[in-house]
């Protein structure tokens, strides 16, 4: 199994920038992929946000993040970050960090570990 704790969420102001990290810890000697997920107010489903392979050098991003946001991990290591950049209202979220063994899925269901969340607030 794999144990995941995020850190670095707060409130930021429209068109700031936030980095979120994901420790992983457990059964980190195999080959998985790490993956961002939020969960807006009042919605129900988690949203992909970004996703990263074993090796780092794999990503994919979610529609609305797409230029703004970079994840990116050490090869091997276990820590995984997200970069947010030119943030808006609509980022508000509780922010997710996903693991799972083998390829880097942009679907929620995909993910067998998940942290408890760190709420992201974009608000002036």
């Known amino acids: 199994q794999v144990h995941l704790v995020e850190s670095g969420g707060g409130l930021v102001q429209p068109g700031g920038s936030l980095g979120l990290s994901c420790a992983a810890s457990?059964?980190?000697?195999?080959?998985?992929?790490m993956g961002w997920f939020r969960q807006a107010p009042g919605k129900e489903e988690r949203e992909f946000v970004a996703?990263?392979?074993?090796?780092?050098?794999?990503?994919n991003y979610g529609d609305s993040v797409q230029g703004r946001f970079t994840i990116s991990r050490e090869y091997n290591a276990e820590t995984m970050y997200l970069q947010m950049n030119n943030l808006k209202p609509e980022d508000t979220a509780v922010y997710y960090c996903?693991?799972?063994?083998?390829?880097?899925?942009?679907?929620?269901?995909?993910?067998?570990?998940w942290g408890q969340g760190t709420q992201v607030t974009v608000s002036s």
């Open positions: 457990g059964r980190t000697d195999s080959n998985y992929a």
């Open positions: 996703a990263i392979t074993w090796s780092g050098v794999g990503t």
């Open positions: 996903a693991a799972r063994y083998g390829a880097a899925w942009s679907t929620s269901d995909m993910y067998d570990y």
